[in-house]
């Protein structure tokens, strides 16, 4: 069997064929089939919004994950004088500074340590907030 056997041959069209109709709105017709952008003004300010939110949310998890300690104050001196559960530092400055602990301070000498490790004459820094009267509530005292 040969191969044109199998094909079929269509008619030509003569120059009698009649015109291909072409519609009076062509430009239309073309904006209407052509493709569509698949975003808008909208869909760029939902896409602005989403990557603000997940950059807020990321920065509030790298800064509790790396972020800095809390707010507070730190003072460094030398101890004066522990009694009890206040520690009484005389700061560079020749100020002295009320200490106040609680069962919630780290005290540390090279480890975790209570107050009673310190004594008059050792370097300290203490970490806390300071109340009204000047007295700071320490969260950390460091000796050395």
Same mark, same amino acid.
């Given at each position: 069997m040969r191969a044109d056997e199998d094909t079929e041959v269509l008619p030509r069209i003569g120059v009698d064929a009649p015109p291909i109709p072409i519609p009076d709105n062509l430009a239309g017709v073309r904006a209407a089939t052509a493709p569509r952008r698949w975003w808008n003004r909208t869909t760029v !300010?939902? !896409?602005?919004? &989403?990557?603000? *939110?997940?950059?807020?949310?990321?920065?509030? *998890?790298a800064q509790e994950r790396w972020g800095t300690e809390p707010a507070g104050v730190t003072t460094s001196g030398t101890v004066e004088r522990v009694d009890g559960t $206040?520690? %009484?530092? #005389? /700061? &560079? &400055?020749?100020?002295? +500074?009320? +200490? %106040? /602990? @609680?069962?919630? /301070? !780290? +005290? #540390?000498? !090279?480890? $975790? *340590? /209570?107050? @009673? #490790?310190?004594?008059a004459g050792q370097e300290v820094t203490v970490r806390g907030e300071t109340d009204g009267e000047g007295v700071v509530t320490a969260t950390i005292v460091t000796a050395g």
């Open positions: !300010a939902l !896409a602005g919004l &989403a990557l603000a *939110a997940g950059g807020f949310v990321g920065g509030a *998890a $206040t520690l %009484r530092v #005389r /700061t &560079a &400055a020749g100020e002295t +500074v009320t +200490v %106040r /602990t @609680d069962g919630t /301070t !780290a +005290v #540390r000498l !090279a480890q $975790t *340590a /209570t107050l @009673d #490790r310190l004594s």
